[in-house]
């Protein structure tokens, strides 16, 4: 393997890393604030899936980066600046519907983006997809089914599911962006050539969202910058909470 | 017997330490206590190479809460029992199938009163149906699905509406 490929491929799992562990505790603030309490212990259980995957990409962008640095190090220690998540996965939870809409968004995502991160050329990374494919049909027919009864349901939760999506709309072309990193990977069969994505993106959240009765929000405007560490402010403060227990006690077991 | 529970089957009779296979029963999942590591599926070789000893595992789920805990009461128990240079590997691939589950796994599931994979027809996604799951308890097919996610990432909650029990069914993944 060459440097340059390598240390893209050590980028490539962070910024994989940083998405799931930023999504994964966005839904783990759902922890005892659930509309139910069995939605309360769904919304925790993916939380862990999204947080084991940033674990299993932080480690192995640590196997790679070779310095000394563990998945806690990728995690705990870097500032907002540092961080490569793209920008939907931070936005505070907002209300349930807000929460779901960005789910699905995700989930969708997901089930597109897995598939074609399982053929990579790269064992690891295939693993890893292997592992999530399985438990991201679960997460898409729980976003999915939440979408449905939210902006069929009441005049209310319509309304405030209409809102979440024209809300959240400009944060997913982010989604489907490439770099000259991640071109470097999709050439080499590595990474995946999100770009290529977008249309079945489109096609299957526009169905979802015709039949829940919501409107597909238009194209006018877009948030850009998490690849490159420009962050909303809300990561920021997510992160001092995340991180404040690791950095007040470093090293400390229990 | 499902192809995959008869490889792991031969592998473990064919294993050159089998004794070492027999030690780790005790291993509970802690999550499912009436598990063993062997039972769920997420012990995948034992190897010793002179003192040391090396434990494959993997994890059901990615965000397995237990594995953690799982490793410590492998390296514990191996140490008890003399042998003091004991790694444990987390491998990803292949990704856990809930077809490894043994077939001693799934009656002891059932008898701890959680339907097991097989209790439940699959909706044409492949996916955990909405409903008629057997349940545990009272063997009635009258039941169904409260949430997606139970007690764990690896269960469904759902509702039994002749014995009135609540109860976790295993997912299949």
């Given amino acids: 393997m060459s440097d340059q490929i390598k240390q893209a491929i050590q980028e490539y799992a962070t910024r994989l890393g940083d998405d799931s562990v930023v999504l994964g505790h966005r839904i783990s603030e759902w922890v005892s604030y659930g509309p139910f309490l069995e939605e309360d212990i769904a919304y925790g259980n993916v939380s862990l899936d999204y947080i084991g995957r940033a674990r299993m990409f932080y480690t192995y962008a640590a196997e790679l980066a070779d310095d000394g640095r563990d998945e806690d190090d990728f995690a705990y220690m870097r500032n907002d600046r540092e961080y490569r998540n793209l920008l939907l996965m931070e936005l505070p939870k907002g209300d349930f519907a807000y929460s779901q809409v960005r789910q699905l968004f995700a989930d969708v995502y997901y089930t597109l983006m897995l598939p074609e991160l399982l053929q990579s050329k790269d064992e690891t990374l295939s693993a890893i997809a292997a592992k999530a494919i399985k438990e991201t049909k679960y997460h898409l027919r729980r976003s999915r089914d939440w979408v449905l009864r939210l902006g069929d349901g009441t005049e209310e939760s319509h309304k405030r599911t209409q809102k979440a999506l024209d809300q959240l709309w400009g944060y997913t072309h982010e989604l489907f962006d490439m770099d000259e990193t991640e071109q470097l990977l999709a050439d080499a069969g590595i990474g995946v050539d999100v770009s290529r994505l977008r249309d079945s993106w489109l096609k299957m959240v526009s169905d979802i969202l015709t039949e829940a009765t919501l409107t597909v929000p238009e194209d006018s405007w877009a948030v850009r910058g998490g690849r490159v560490g420009y962050h909303t402010e809300n990561l920021g403060h997510m992160l001092t909470e995340m991180q404040i227990v690791h950095r007040s006690h470093p090293g400390c077991k229990w | ?173």
């Fill in chain 2, 1 to 173: 017997m499902p192809e995959e529970q008869y490889q792991r089957l031969q592998q473990r009779s064919a294993a050159d330490v089998r004794e070492l296979w027999d030690l780790l029963d005790a291993v509970k999942d802690p999550e499912v206590p009436a598990l063993s590591i062997w039972d769920l599926g997420i012990l995948r070789d034992i190897q010793r190479h002179k003192e040391q000893v090396v434990v494959t595992i993997t994890p059901t789920y990615s965000g397995c809460p237990a594995m953690d805990n799982i490793s410590t009461d492998v390296v514990s128990l191996l140490n008890a029992n003399g042998y003091s240079d004991v790694t444990v590997k987390l491998v990803l691939s292949p990704a856990w199938s809930s077809e490894w589950m043994s077939a001693e796994g799934r009656k002891k599931l059932r008898e701890y009163g959680i339907a097991p994979p097989e209790d439940a027809e699959l909706d044409e996604d492949g996916l955990t149906p909405d409903a008629h799951a057997a349940c545990p308890h009272c063997s009635s097919r009258n039941t169904r699905r409260v949430s997606e996610f139970g007690s764990t990432a690896c269960k469904a909650l759902f509702q039994c509406d002749d014995c009135g029990e609540p109860f976790d069914y295993f997912k299949k993944i």
